[in-house]
Each structure stands twice: as structure tokens, then as C-alpha cells.
């Protein structure tokens, strides 16, 4: 079952889901926008990486934090960013939270990539966001903009092993656009 924003408020106001900063304001009828933070993770386009092995730690080289210029970020076409959310979230153990992308930006190319789209029981930190402009002409982007949408769903019940709990979770606390750190996990 998706949350309304009755059900969001009450879980926020009993800090059942923790946002930081919140603005209460951001809740919708069937979810909890989110802005964009003050940092992105782009590929270099001078990397001496030769390809990305999901297994080499060194894969995170081929990536840089960037802060906005100008006040703003430029996404090129055909351009991959990771993005960061301004708020740090913290879920309770029975509700998941989709990712979803804002209508108004998908019409103008930006696109939330695929399967990231979910956020797990127990999560807390703040969201790494994979976006893709898909458009032909480069696209702005703000600190503080609302760039996509938490919709939370209850679970069964709670999780026996919250994501915080889970000795394999890599993104717990993060902080910012991470990099990925499948290489963490042992190779078979």
C-alpha cells in the first residue's frame, strides 16, 4: 500500500521516517519530493581508466565530485551524473520508498535510470540518484530543486535484516553522490 500524504505526515511527525532538513511543504498527495544537494559525481572525460570493472576498486577513479558553477549544473546530452539529495533520509524497518522522477523534467530528457528506484528498510543517509539526460540540448539543474519523488510503501511486515543491519550494505550513512562500491562485495 502507497503512504498518502496523511500517512507521510504522521510518520514524519512521529519520526518514524526521518528527513534533514525537512520542509514539510514537499509533501505531496502520494509522496515526499526531493531536492538536489550541492555536489554531483560525473565521469572524467580524462580518466585513465580504460573501462569500468564493477570488481576494481579503481573504477571509482573514472568518477569526480563537482559543486555547482554559476550557482547551477550543466547535464550534456547523452550525459550519466550521480546525483545527491540535499535531505539525509532515515526509513523504519517496514516501509520501502520508490524513487520516482518528476514528470515535468522527464518532458525535458531527465531521466532517473532504471532500477535505482528503490530504497530499502532500514536505509539511512542520504540518496545517490543516477540521471541521464536523454534530451538533445544540455539541461540545468539547481541546488535545492526538486528533482524527484519518494513514494513509500508499507511492508508486510517489518524486515528481519534492515538494510543498516546487513553486513553486505555498502551506502549506509553515506554522505553526497557515491561512487559504486560493488567491489566491497566478495567476488565468486
Not at 2 to 25: A, R, T
Not at 69 to 96: K, M
Not at 126 to 143: E, F, R
Not at 175 to 184: C, D, I, N, T, Y
Amino acid at each position: 500500500m502507497i503512504l498518502s500524504d496523511k500517512g507521510i505526515e504522521k510518520l514524519l511527525e512521529e519520526k518514524q521516517i526521518d528527513v534533514s532538513p525537512l520542509d514539510i511543504n514537499l509533501v505531496g498527495p502520494s509522496g515526499l519530493d526531493m531536492r538536489l544537494g550541492y555536489q554531483m559525481r560525473v565521469f572524467k572525460e580524462d580518466s585513465d581508466v580504460e573501462h569500468l570493472n564493477p570488481f576494481d576498486p579503481a573504477s571509482e577513479h573514472a568518477t569526480e565530485l563537482v559543486e555547482p558553477e554559476d550557482g547551477r549544473f550543466i547535464i550534456e546530452p547523452g550525459q550519466v551524473v550521480l546525483a545527491s539529495t540535499l535531505e539525509r533520509i532515515e526509513l523504519p524497518e517496514h516501509l520501502v520508498a520508490r524513487l520516482e522522477s518528476r514528470s515535468s523534467l522527464t518532458r525535458l530528457g531527465l531521466v532517473i535510470l532504471g532500477t535505482s528506484g528503490s530504497v530499502e528498510p532500514g536505509f539511512r543517509g542520504h540518496l545517490t540518484i543516477p540521471i541521464i539526460n536523454t534530451g538533445k540540448l544540455p539541461i540545468l539543474m539547481y541546488p535545492e530543486m526538486c528533482f524527484c519523488k519518494l513514494a513509500f510503501e508499507t511492508m508486510s511486515t517489518k524486515a528481519a535484516t534492515p538494510y543498516y543491519a546487513r553486513e553486505s550494505s555498502k551506502y549506509v550513512d553515506q554522505k553526497g553522490p557515491v561512487a559504486s562500491r560493488l567491489h566491497m562485495e566478495k567476488k565468486e
